[in-house]
Antibody, heavy 121, light 108 residues
Framework: QVQLVESGGGVVRPGTSVRLSCAAS????????MNWVRQAPGTGLEWVAF????????FYADSMKGRFTISRDNSKNTLYLQMNKVRPEDTAVYYC??????????????WGQGATVTVSS | SYVLTQPPSVSVAPGLTARMTCGGN??????VHWYQQKPGQAPVLVVY???DRPSGIPERFSGSNSGNTATLTINRVEAGDEADYYC???????????FGGGTKLTVL
C-alpha cells in the first residue's frame, strides 16, 4: 500500500543540525512532488518546503529559508530534510507528504505518521 | 503573504449539519483543499480542488468556494467526525503553501 515513513527525529541541542528521512513505498516516487509539513505542540499545520519530482524546483516557507534544505534520492525512494542551526521553536512533528499532482495548486493526498524533533538544551 | 482565517471552534449535535469556513482575500480565485486531523494522527485529505472528494471519503463531506469564503460542509454529523479541520491553498504570489489556523469540530 502507499506509505511514507519518516525517521531521524529525536532530541537535539539548539544550534546543531539534524536530518530527517522519509522512505516512500507503494507508488512511483520519482513521479511524485513532495512536501514537508510541521506541527508544533498544540498548534496547527505549518508548511515547510516543497520539492518537485525531479528535484528541479524547490520552495520554502519564508521562516525556514536559508536554514532548511529539502532534497531527494529517487534511486532510494527517499525524501530528506536537512535542518541546520535548529532553534527551540523548531520543536514539532515533521510530516513527509505527497502532492497528488504536478501543479503547485494540487492537494497533499498522502501523509506519513510524522517524526518528532525536540530542540532543547 | 496570503492569510487564511478559520474560526477556532464549531459545535454541532449528531445528525445535524456542520459548516466550517475559511476566509481569504478573493479566495474564489484559488483552489482550496481541506484536511481532517484527529488527535495523535496525521492529517487526512477530505476535500480537494474546492469540492471534490478523494475515494473513501463519505458523501456527507462537501466543499464550496465563493467570494472571500470557502466552506467545508459535513451533513449528518457523526461522533467520529470530531477532529480539527484545516483549509489550504497555494499562494502563487509568494510561492508558498498556506494553511488556515484550523477549526476544532466538537460533536455535542
Amino acid at each position: 500500500q502507499v506509505q511514507l515513513v519518516e525517521s531521524g527525529g529525536g532530541v537535539v541541542r539548539p544550534g546543531t543540525s539534524v536530518r530527517l528521512s522519509c522512505a516512500a513505498s507503494g507508488f512511483t516516487f520519482n513521479d511524485s512532488p513532495m512536501n514537508w509539513v510541521r506541527q508544533a505542540p498544540g498548534t496547527g499545520l505549518e508548511w515547510v518546503a516543497f520539492l518537485s519530482n525531479d528535484g528541479s524546483n524547490k520552495f520554502y516557507a519564508d521562516s525556514m529559508k536559508g536554514r532548511f534544505t529539502i532534497s531527494r534520492d529517487n534511486s532510494k525512494n527517499t525524501l530528506y530534510l536537512q535542518m541546520n542551526k535548529v532553534r527551540p521553536e523548531d520543536t514539532a512533528v515533521y510530516y513527509c507528504a505527497r502532492r497528488r499532482g504536478y501543479s503547485p495548486r494540487d492537494a497533499i493526498d498522502v501523509w506519513g505518521q510524522g517524526a518528532t524533533v525536540t530542540v532543547s538544551s | 503573504s496570503y492569510v487564511l482565517t478559520q474560526p477556532p471552534s464549531v459545535s454541532v449535535a449528531p445528525g445535524l449539519t456542520a459548516r466550517m469556513t475559511c476566509g481569504g482575500n478573493n479566495i474564489r480565485s484559488k483552489t482550496v483543499h481541506w484536511y481532517q486531523q484527529k488527535p495523535g494522527q496525521a492529517p487526512v485529505l477530505v476535500v480537494y480542488d474546492d469540492s471534490d472528494r478523494p475515494s473513501g471519503i463519505p458523501e456527507r463531506f462537501s466543499g464550496s468556494n465563493s467570494g472571500n469564503t470557502a466552506t467545508l460542509t459535513i451533513n449528518r454529523v457523526e461522533a467520529g467526525d470530531e477532529a480539527d479541520y484545516y483549509c489550504q491553498v497555494w499562494d502563487s504570489y509568494d510561492d508558498q503553501v498556506v494553511f488556515g489556523g484550523g477549526t476544532k469540530l466538537t460533536v455535542l
